[in-house]
């Protein structure tokens, strides 16, 4: 599977959007891109995958740039429930071997 | 739904002695994937089964072992532990196949090896 680069933390305002940078400059063309995240002492919470398009749902958006290469996840609103380690990663659709990276820390400030 | 369940949630063990965990799937899931989460290695893929059968296994020892039952409940073994092995053990489950979809995690086990 591609290995990832997210920024190791972020810092977000309570009600604004919260953007998730994610590189994943040697995916394949049959790899998808998951996020999850991570809130203190849980179990990972699938967020969101795509494949080449723009995906949305009730939690997040997820922007594919065009290449692949990199995409961001957004949370429309974010709230203090929010604060979590953001995990990034791509992997081949028929693989439930996950390699989760260090993920982002997204801290939310009210 | 329930849920994926993991038993027991937390667990202290010795140097030496073997520990089983075990993992009940959400119902209809037939994929189950283990985890190891420390401070120093992050989440680390242990192995996968599915359908009773082991199908991707992570770069751990042959300490670490697993099977699937034909509920597809799961277990997790690990024999002589080491106090290396202190860990939150994640359980997530899969509907399996060949489509991509998401895992759905457990709570975790917290083993703690003195």
């Known amino acids: 599977d591609a290995k990832t680069t997210q920024p190791p933390s972020m810092d977000c305002a309570e009600g604004r959007a919260a953007n998730l940078p994610c590189n994943h400059s040697t995916i394949s063309g049959n790899e998808y891109v998951y996020w999850y995240r991570q809130i203190h002492s849980q179990g990972p919470q699938y967020i969101i995958h795509g494949l080449k398009n723009n995906e949305t749902n009730e939690m997040a958006s997820l922007i594919i740039t065009e290449d692949r290469k990199s995409s961001t996840l957004i949370l429309p609103h974010a709230t203090l429930r929010d604060t979590a380690v953001y995990y990034c990663i791509v992997r081949v659709d028929y693989n439930n071997d996950m390699r989760f990276g260090a993920g982002t820390r997204l801290t939310v400030k009210p | 739904k329930a849920g994926v369940t993991q038993t027991p949630r937390y667990l202290i063990k010795t140097r030496g002695q073997q520990v089983t965990l075990s993992c009940s799937p959400i119902?209809?899931?037939?994929?189950v994937s283990w985890y190891q989460q420390t401070p120093g290695q992050g989440l680390q893929f242990l192995f996968e089964y599915f359908s009773e059968t082991q199908r991707n296994k992570g770069n751990f020892p042959g300490r670490f072992s697993g099977r699937q039952f034909s509920n597809s409940r799961s277990e997790m073994n690990v024999s002589t532990l080491e106090l290396g092995d202190s860990a939150l053990y994640l359980c997530a489950s899969a509907s399996g196949g060949g489509r991509a979809g998401e895992q759905y995690f457990g709570p975790g086990t917290r083993l703690t090896v003195t």
């Open positions: 119902s209809g899931h037939r994929s």
